[in-house]
Every structure is written in structure tokens, then in C-alpha cells.
Nanobody, 115 residues
Framework: QVQYVESGGGLVQPGGSLRLSCAASGFTFSNYAMRWYRQGPENEREWVAH????????MYINSVKDRFTISRDNAKNMVYLQMNSLKPEDTAVYYC????????WGQGTQVTVSS
């Protein structure tokens, strides 16, 4: 069955960096676009970053452009999110999932940006 395991979150000061990782299984990873999503304490879940199946195309929501970078390793079935210049408003639980599919969510990884 389809599974996602996110990791790499933690507590970081404003301006700091984190690199999130997501291990995907249960489908042919290299055939699918992937997304990172997040859900803050008082917000609905939103997509943050998108990467095409071959990694050639990426897209971001405006609030993270030029700060976050999504990447993938199709040989390892992994997708990553490099987050730089973190802000308190980036505090959320972060999830990964195939774009456009109603798979079950993983447990997510908590990112807390606070001084």
C-alpha cells in the first residue's frame, strides 16, 4: 500500500534552516509528481512545493519562493524540502504526497520556528 514517512523537522530559530525528507513506497515513484504540504496550528492544509516526476519542473507558493527548494531522488524513492530563512509563520506539520491523489497522509514532521 502507499506509504509516506516524513522526517527532519525540529525547532529552529528564525532565519535558520532545515532539510525535510520523505520516503515514499507502494507505487512507482518515478512516474509521479510529488508535493510537500503543510498544516499550521490554525490553518487548513496547503501545498507548499511541487516537483514533476523527472524533477525538471518545480513550483512553490509565493510565501516560500526563494527560500524553499524541493528536490527528489528517484533511485531512492525520496523527496526533499530544503528550507532556508525560516520564519515563525512557517511553523507547521509538513507532509509529502503524490500530486493529485487521495492517498492516506503520513504522520508528518513538525517544524517549529521560534526564538
Amino acid at each position: 500500500q502507499v506509504q509516506y514517512v516524513e522526517s527532519g523537522g525540529g525547532l529552529v530559530q528564525p532565519g535558520g534552516s532545515l532539510r525535510l525528507s520523505c520516503a515514499a513506497s507502494g507505487f512507482t515513484f518515478s512516474n509521479y509528481a510529488m508535493r510537500w504540504y503543510r498544516q499550521g496550528p490554525e490553518n487548513e492544509r496547503e501545498w507548499v512545493a511541487h516537483i514533476s516526476s523527472d524533477g525538471a519542473t518545480t513550483m512553490y507558493i509565493n510565501s516560500v519562493k526563494d527560500r524553499f527548494t524541493i528536490s527528489r531522488d528517484n533511485a531512492k524513492n525520496m523527496v526533499y524540502l530544503q528550507m532556508n530563512s525560516l520564519k515563525p509563520e512557517d511553523t507547521a506539520v509538513y507532509y509529502c504526497k503524490r500530486a493529485g491523489f487521495y492517498d492516506s497522509w503520513g504522520q508528518g514532521t513538525q517544524v517549529t520556528v521560534s526564538s
